[in-house]
């Protein structure tokens, strides 16, 4: 069974660092790619960073110049390096990675349990 596990979040003073992080145990075949999501109370859950495979990143608008996205392809494993915080970045982050359980097979969309993140003012 495919599992994404985050880690990282927490409470930071605004201006603040933090790192989260996501690894996909399980048995699977490959990564087609992995991102980041945020969703506040009362708002629709979008992206803050993906890389594919090939470690080429796409970021949301609200991420560009401040979040840096990178994996570890060995290890499953993306980070989040989140800088310059503010309190608008609070929210739950959510891990999401399409991946192929068997040579051949289809891309299945996984997601991780979420983390909280929360920047005070």
């Known amino acids: 069974q495919v599992r994404l596990v985050e880690s990282g979040g927490g409470l930071v003073q605004g201006g603040g660092s933090l790192r989260l992080s996501c690894v996909v145990s399980?048995?699977?075949?490959?990564?087609?790619?992995m991102a980041w999501y945020r969703q506040a109370p009362g708002l629709q859950r979008e992206l803050v960073a993906l890389?594919?495979?090939?470690?080429?990143?796409n970021y949301g608008g609200s991420a560009k110049g401040r979040f840096t996205l990178s994996s570890d392809n060995a290890k499953n494993t993306v980070y989040l390096q989140m800088n310059s915080l503010k309190p608008e970045d609070s929210s739950v982050y959510y891990c999401?990675?399409?991946?192929?359980?068997?040579?051949?097979?289809?891309?299945?969309?996984?997601w991780g349990q979420g983390t909280q993140v929360t920047v005070s003012s």
């Open positions: 890389i594919t495979s090939d470690n080429t990143t």
């Open positions: 999401n990675a399409h991946i192929s359980v068997r040579a051949g097979g289809g891309w299945f969309d996984y």
């Open positions: 399980g048995n699977f075949f490959t990564i087609r790619d």
